[in-house]
Each structure stands twice: as structure tokens, then as C-alpha cells.
């Protein structure tokens, strides 16, 4: 076996753990989504959103109805959504979305992983004006008709679209998100995944050996079991 045997196994663990990470994640979005407007999907549509998401990565479905079932019950941890700044080595700004039931414990742990990778944490405000947060719909290009359908998801709030041969993705303004989701679910629209994400509004160049340092801080913030997401300009 030897050292293609350790690559593959690399590789693997490592999809293992992105898997387990997003599995993580969306089962905290639907104990939000729950917490905030009930455990059924057809009266919450960020339930809705959470449940296709969750599909979106495969999770399996009786994860996603534990979840629910989890969330709907009153010993289940109430989780608060915080957005922490900063800056990655090298001046990268950076965006860390976290779900707590401890915030404490949460800002202690962005704060020391920012110290020990090169960066430093910022205060509120301080990296957020670089980014716009927008409406992000992904679609298997195979099963969304853009010669058919362009004209609609303009009207419908998108504000631009881009394909290639592996997806689809559709942006629109954070103020037409909702009615974006109306208009797919109008039309049986199944989006791989629909997310409010921090688009930076401009992308900073740095050398490979740069980019290594930056990521290896940002790496380290998505590792924290609080963080949801962590976005950056690096380009």
C-alpha cells in the first residue's frame, strides 16, 4: 500500500470530516430554525431552507428528523447566532459565524485560534463593510433551464448568475432572499443548498506561501465546533 495508500487515506479522513462538520452545522440550523418557528416545515421556511440543505450533503434523513425531534423538546440547548471580525495573516479580512449555547466559551476560543495562526481579532464593524451579504441559491445545472427560466429568477431578485459545468448559482440581494425562495418553491425549485452568505466586494492577491498562512488560520477557525462558517477575500 504505502505512501499512495496514506494520500488516499488522507483524503479520506479528510472528506469524513467535512462531512461530519457539515452534518454538525445544518443540525444547528434546523435547532434554530425550530426554536424560532416551530418543527414544521410547511409554517417555517427556514426550516424548509435547513432540511434541503441538509440534503443537499447527503445527510441522512432520520439525522434530520432527530434533529427536529431534538430541537422540539425542551432540554435541547438554545443556540445564539454571533458574527465575529478580524484579520488573518497578511491583512485578510475575515467573517466567522458562530451557533453557541455559550458565548463566553465561543469568544475565547475565536480569539485564542486568531493569536496562535497570524491574525487578531477585531471589534464589531471592523472587516463587515468589505463584505455585502447576499442570497446564495446552488443548483445542479442539469435541472435548472436557464434558456427557460433567466427572465423569471431576474424578476424574482436574482442580481446575478453563474454557471459552469459542476453548478449553478444564483445571487440576489439580501432583501429579495425571501422572495427568491418563494418564487423556487413556485416553481418545485429544489436548490442543492440556499444561503445568506458574506460576499467580499473586493479579493486581496497574496504569493502560494502567503495563502498557505492565511489559510491555515482560517482552517483553524472553521475547526472550533461553534464555528458555522468563515468567510474571507482571500482570492
Known amino acids: 500500500m504505502g505512501r499512495v495508500f496514506e494520500k488516499r487515506k488522507h483524503k479520506m479522513f479528510a472528506r469524513f470530516d467535512r462531512m461530519a462538520k457539515g452534518f454538525t452545522r445544518i443540525g444547528k440550523d434546523i435547532a434554530i430554525a425550530v426554536k424560532l418557528g416551530g418543527a414544521n ?13 441538509a440534503k443537499g450533503i447527503n445527510m441522512p ?10 430541537a422540539s423538546s425542551k432540554e435541547e ?23 453557541t449555547d455559550n458565548p463566553t466559551r465561543t469568544v475565547a476560543n475565536i ?21 455585502e451579504r447576499k442570497g446564495v441559491f ?15 429568477l431576474i424578476d424574482a431578485g436574482a442580481e446575478d448568475i453563474q454557471k459552469d459545468e459542476t453548478e449553478t448559482i444564483v445571487y440576489t440581494k439580501f432583501t429579495e432572499f425571501g422572495h427568491m425562495q418563494k418564487f423556487l418553491e413556485s416553481k418545485n425549485l429544489i436548490p442543492k443548498s440556499s444561503e445568506l452568505q458574506y ?12 495563502q498557505d498562512e492565511v489559510m491555515e488560520c482560517v482552517t483553524a477557525l472553521e475547526e472550533d465546533e461553534d464555528v458555522q462558517t468563515v468567510y474571507h477575500n482571500l482570492a
Open 111 to 131: 480569539r485564542l485560534r486568531f493569536s496562535k495562526n497570524g491574525g487578531s481579532m477585531g471589534n464589531s464593524g471592523s472587516v463587515s463593510f468589505m463584505f
Open 41 to 53: 416545515p410547511d409554517n417555517n421556511p427556514r426550516l424548509r431552507m435547513a432540511i434541503q440543505n
Open 199 to 210: 460576499i467580499p466586494n473586493s479579493t486581496k492577491e497574496l504569493n502560494e506561501a502567503e
Open 61 to 70: 434523513k432520520d439525522r434530520v428528523d432527530n434533529a427536529i425531534k431534538r
Open 77 to 99: 440547548k438554545d443556540f445564539e447566532e454571533i458574527i465575529y471580525e478580524g484579520y488573518a495573516p497578511h491583512g485578510v479580512p475575515v467573517i466567522v459565524e458562530c451557533a
Open 138 to 152: 446552488k443548483f445542479d445545472p442539469t435541472k435548472l433551464n436557464l434558456d427557460e427560466l433567466e427572465l423569471d
